[in-house]
């Protein structure tokens, strides 16, 4: 006999394939936003929103709200709104309406403004307040006849069926979030969350360049796109020259050093939250959990930074972490497969 979760999955599934009702798992970060349906598509663009500055802009660009990307692209002829702060919904009115408009466009490209009912599960950080919760929902629900919010780093759990004595390390832009997993939906006990995350790197990553050559200019946006491409832990594999920009010219500088300081300046916090969740952890169960640890987000792919936390907790009795495979959707996925085995009662509910 089918289990309820298999038997509701099953019913969910044929729901979303005869065109009445569709599944949605949403990411809405601080960088990027990505969605997941239940018909298999999916996206992911950057959380950036721009608006022409003028008459002269707007004809130029021939349309009124440019996003993503295409955003960054124009910027200098726009107004950009980054409507999502440290994974939070900015509550001032040109934001929720940049965070309507970003919505409906990420909906529009996997074609998710069809008929259907539309049922969807927003990843939000870990400890987001009652409030922010509630901003979101309230932007949100124009959009679905089903509107939840849930902690991402749960959503992420979710996804890779790591649901029993596992504890999530979500890496984002804005938030680090760690969740502790134990077959139910999370208590506030169960999650922390620090503003120390990739756009705090960024920062750091700029202020020790500063501090080491004089008159540089380097941008966060610069200094976002050496991450990206060259993060790291503990020993570096290789020097890193970057053209670095020097009053009028660009120069060729070393900033190995910089970049590892950079990076390890989030690692206290993670570890101090790891030992934080596992000494608070029900003792029959601490081995099990300090063994089943997930990094998650964009912040996984920093090279090296499962073996150096190994190392670190090594002064907590040890540690095993792993790294998930998908750092873009994880969340919208786990969102997405959340929504799908939610019983119908609920949806009716919380509309």
Partial sequence: MASKSKANKIATESASADGKTMYIGIDLGTNHTAISTSDGKKNSILTVVGSPKDAVASKFLQKEHLYGEEAIHHRVALNIYKPIENGVLKNQREDIEAAKGLLDYVLNSVDATNNAKKYAIVGVPAQASVLSKKIITEMAKEFFDGIMVASEPFCVAYNIGQLEHSLVVDIGAGTTDLCRVHGTLPEPDDQISTNK???????????????????VRVTTEMAKRWKDQHS??????????????????????????????????????????????????????????????????????IRQLDKVLERELELIDGGKVFKCTDPVFGGADGALKLAMDMPKQFWHSSA
């Fill in 232 to 301: 790291f832990v503990g020993d570096p594999e290789e020097e890193l020259i970057m053209d670095v920009p020097v009053d009028s010219s660009v120069l060729k500088l070393t900033i190995t050093q910089e970049m590892k300081k950079a990076c390890e300046s989030i690692l206290p916090d993670i570890v101090g939250g790891i030992s934080r969740l596992i000494s608070t952890y029900d003792p029959d169960f601490q081995d099990a959990l300090r063994s089943n640890i997930w990094l998650a987000g964009g912040g996984s792919q």
């Fill in 197 to 215: 995350a990739g756009n705090f790197i960024d920062k750091e990553l700029v202020k020790h360049i500063s501090d080491q050559y004089t008159n």
